[in-house]
């Protein structure tokens, strides 16, 4: 079963806007990553944040982990067209290497 | 730097048959994966390798085998495929270490069994 679970499943903006896309996980993690996958591509990391990191950011990227809730968001802010991808949560709850992704949010960023 | 590359791009098999697919990374990285993506479903871990002569099952192994053939090259063969096997299956790698555990992935490959 998905460890990660994300919400909204898909997700259309336009040009300038912000994004935001959630994240929920079900057992402990010790870290929580962000990846974008292009239509027809491989996986690309965005971001890592620990368990005793609350927020962290890299350049339009913001994400956030609430493990009282078990939850993460990711903010992607002035959104660009070339921002649209599929963007997936992954959580290491099975051990450092066995990263469990969840089932994705796709971002469409209309001109 | 290629980073992680994967063959072939595309394949078609029936029932039955056998293949193996092929990964390669340039960047000295440790460990090894192999995922399946299906719609909807996410990535989901078949194997990985932790370092070369390592190899451990991942969340869904049944159906698969493979061979850390060295530090560079991790390869997936499928004995006998299945339809269920049709897929997308991604290698990836990593430099496991005390602050690194970003995956690297490759472009993967569309497998279909007719």
């Known amino acids: 079963s998905q460890q990660g679970e994300e919400d909204p499943q898909a997700l259309s903006i336009q040009e300038g806007e912000n994004a935001t896309m959630n994240c929920s996980y079900k057992?402990?993690?010790?870290?929580l990553q962000w990846y974008r996958q292009n239509s027809g591509r491989g996986l690309v990391h965005l971001i890592l944040?620990?368990?005793?990191?609350r927020e962290k950011h890299s350049g339009r990227l913001r994400v956030t982990l609430d493990t009282s809730k078990k939850s993460s968001s990711l903010l992607i802010t002035a959104s660009r067209a070339a921002d649209t991808a599929s963007y997936f949560c992954?959580?290491?709850?099975?051990?450092?290497?066995?990263?469990?992704f969840g089932t994705g949010t796709r971002l469409l960023v209309s001109p | 730097n290629a980073g992680v590359t994967q063959t072939p791009k595309f394949q078609v098999l029936k029932t039955g048959q056998s293949m193996t697919l092929q990964c390669a990374q340039d960047?000295?990285?440790?460990?090894m994966y192999w995922y399946r993506q299906d719609p909807g479903m996410g990535l989901r871990l078949i194997y990985y390798?932790?370092?070369?002569?390592?190899?451990d099952k991942g969340e869904v192994p049944n159906g698969y085998n493979v061979s850390r053939l060295n530090k560079r090259e991790f390869s997936l063969r499928l004995e006998s495929a299945a339809p269920s096997q049709t897929s997308v299956y991604f290698c990836?790698?990593?430099?496991?270490?005390?602050?690194?555990?970003?995956?690297?992935f490759g472009p993967g490959t569309r497998l279909t069994v007719t």
């Open positions: 390798s932790a370092s070369e002569g390592t190899t």
């Open positions: 944040i620990r368990s005793n990191e």
């Open positions: 057992t402990s993690i010790n870290n």
């Open positions: 960047m000295n990285h440790n460990s």
């Open positions: 990836a790698s990593s430099q496991v270490g005390l602050s690194s555990y970003e995956q690297y």
């Open positions: 992954a959580t290491d709850a099975r051990g450092f290497q066995k990263l469990v």
